[in-house]
């Protein structure tokens, strides 16, 4: 079973809920300059108006870096564009390794203020070597330094995609707005058209989006706890996390301001990993996706991981028999670093001692490959 459930209960009941926006409706920024199209384009220096950590958050006009060193991440303005471009403009900012992020100045909020943040991403371009272009990166939406979001898988190869989040009501005075990326290892991720407002109408309010296998079937639900002018929805899968096919469309429920519960059932999901994304379209034609989920079809066992991501300290919860079982942890470059036996029940894992990242959680029975997943780490 996914544990993206949990992460996404977890955001809605401390940060309000996270929220599908209908096409570009708030494509306008509060801050200048949120396509980054402005910037000393000299030693890969930041967009102007924001900070950049770590040296790798850099910027230059319309191409950027590869990272050196003591060379302020550039070597002549070249390699790791996107291949298919910025997503408007000639800029989008370059995520290489470690705990890059990139930050807005402060804006004043009165009490009880939202923001509605929103960032378009793009994903690494392949595996290379000591992790370089890790196959499956991830980032986080902050705020004030501390993110709020989950980790936001994004798979080789992704296009350009929008995801957006609700903040919790902001206290009065100023605070600012990071993109996060997700940790050691996690390379090559771009973002581009950075923009958050003070929200007023909230299209879709998505409580939660989880698949979960049975019987050699997946179960699709997701939650709604409000929905305005909304047409319908299309679930989608993919094999590799960037070309999609449409599964089923299901009738929205207009406009409506009470929980809704929706389901349907892939009856032949893809052998191994299937990605799953939620596509929402509403009465005037605008749509736009959630974030991915993923189910291993190679896995029978009803197994949770949670809470995820994790301060180190997580939960395996396994709802079956099991016999001579472990998991087992790899870093992103594929090397193990954490074994454990567990059985039925309730497992309390404790990894405080990991480098924070993604890791690859993988529970062996009898030596055979039985479930696997991602866990974070922050």
Same mark, same amino acid.
């Given at each position: 079973?996914?544990?993206?459930?949990?992460?996404?209960?977890?955001?809605?009941?401390?940060?309000?809920?996270?929220?599908?926006?209908?096409?570009?409706?708030?494509?306008?920024?509060?801050?200048?300059?949120?396509?980054?199209?402005?910037?000393?384009?000299?030693?890969?220096?930041?967009?102007?108006?924001?900070?950049?950590?770590?040296?790798?958050?850099?910027?230059?006009?319309?191409?950027?870096?590869?990272?050196?060193?003591?060379?302020?991440?550039?070597?002549?303005?070249?390699?790791?564009?996107?291949?298919?471009?910025?997503?408007?403009?000639?800029?989008? #900012?370059?995520?290489?390794?470690?705990?890059?992020?990139?930050? =807005?100045? %402060? *804006?004043? @909020? +009165?009490?009880?203020?939202? !923001?509605?943040?929103?960032?378009?991403?793009?994903?690494?371009?392949?595996?290379?070597?000591?992790?370089?272009?890790?196959?499956?990166?991830?980032?986080?939406?902050?705020?004030?330094?501390?993110?709020?979001?989950?980790?936001?898988?994004?798979?080789?190869?992704?296009?350009?995609?929008?995801?957006?989040?609700?903040?919790?009501?902001?206290?009065?005075?100023?605070?600012?707005?990071?993109?996060?990326?997700?940790?050691?290892?996690?390379?090559?991720?771009?973002?581009?058209?950075?923009?958050?407002?003070?929200?007023?109408?909230?299209?879709?309010?998505?409580?939660?989006?989880?698949?979960?296998?049975?019987?050699? #079937?997946?179960?699709?639900?997701?939650?709604?706890?409000?929905? =305005?002018? %909304? *047409?319908? @929805? +299309?679930?989608?899968?993919? !094999?590799?996390?960037?070309?999609?096919?449409?599964?089923?469309?299901?009738?929205?429920?207009?406009?409506?301001?009470?929980?809704?519960?929706?389901?349907?059932?892939?009856?032949?999901?893809?052998?191994?990993?299937?990605?799953?994304?939620?596509?929402?379209?509403?009465?005037?034609?605008?749509?736009?996706?959630?974030?991915?989920?993923?189910?291993?079809?190679?896995?029978?066992?009803?197994?949770?991981?949670?809470?995820?991501?994790?301060?180190?300290?997580?939960?395996?919860?396994?709802?079956?028999?099991?016999?001579?079982?472990?998991?087992?942890?790899?870093?992103?470059?594929?090397?193990?670093?954490?074994?454990?036996?567990?059985?039925?029940?309730?497992?309390?894992?404790?990894?405080?001692?990991?480098?924070?990242?993604?890791?690859?959680?993988?529970?062996?029975?009898?030596?055979?490959?039985?479930?696997?997943?991602?866990?974070?780490?922050?």
């Amino acid at each position: 079973m996914s544990s993206r459930k949990y992460i996404q209960q977890f955001i809605c009941f401390v940060f309000a809920c996270s929220v599908l926006y209908s096409g570009d409706a708030f494509s306008q920024s509060m801050f200048a300059n949120s396509s980054y199209e402005t910037g000393t384009t000299a030693n890969c220096n930041c967009p102007t108006g924001y900070i950049c950590a770590n040296d790798a958050g850099r910027v230059i006009q319309g191409f950027h870096p590869n990272f050196v060193v003591g060379n302020q991440g550039c070597i002549g303005g070249q390699n790791y564009f996107p291949p298919f471009g910025a997503r408007t403009g000639s800029c989008c #900012v370059y995520f290489y390794a470690g705990l890059d992020r990139i930050t =807005t100045a %402060n *804006a004043a @909020f +009165t009490a009880g203020q939202r !923001a509605c943040i929103c960032v378009w991403y793009a994903g690494p371009q392949g595996s290379g070597a000591s992790g370089q272009n890790t196959a499956n990166s991830y980032f986080q939406i902050g705020v004030d330094g501390v993110a709020i979001s989950p980790a936001i898988l994004v798979p080789v190869n992704t296009g350009w995609t929008q995801y957006c989040i609700l903040s919790a009501a902001l206290t009065a005075g100023n605070h600012n707005f990071s993109v996060m990326s997700g940790g050691a290892a996690q390379y090559s991720i771009w973002n581009d058209d950075f923009t958050i407002n003070v929200c007023t109408t909230l299209p879709i309010e998505l409580i939660d989006f989880d698949v979960h296998q049975k019987n050699g #079937v997946a179960g699709i639900k997701w939650t709604t706890a409000s929905e =305005t002018n %909304n *047409a319908y @929805f +299309t679930v989608e899968r993919s !094999a590799n996390g960037y070309e999609f096919t449409e599964l089923k469309t299901i009738p929205g429920a207009g406009t409506s301001h009470s929980e809704l519960h929706y389901s349907m059932i892939d009856h032949e999901p893809l052998e191994g990993i299937s990605y799953y994304r939620l596509k929402q379209t509403d009465k005037g034609g605008s749509f736009t996706y959630s974030q991915l989920v993923y189910l291993n079809s190679a896995s029978e066992i009803n197994l949770n991981v949670y809470p995820n991501p994790s301060d180190g300290s997580f939960k395996v919860d396994i709802a079956d028999e099991v016999e001579h079982a472990e998991i087992i942890l790899f870093d992103p470059v594929g090397r193990e670093v954490f074994k454990q036996p567990v059985q039925k029940g309730i497992n309390e894992i404790n990894t405080i001692d990991l480098k924070k990242g993604l890791y690859q959680l993988i529970l062996f029975r009898d030596k055979e490959k039985a479930y696997m997943t991602k866990i974070a780490i922050h």
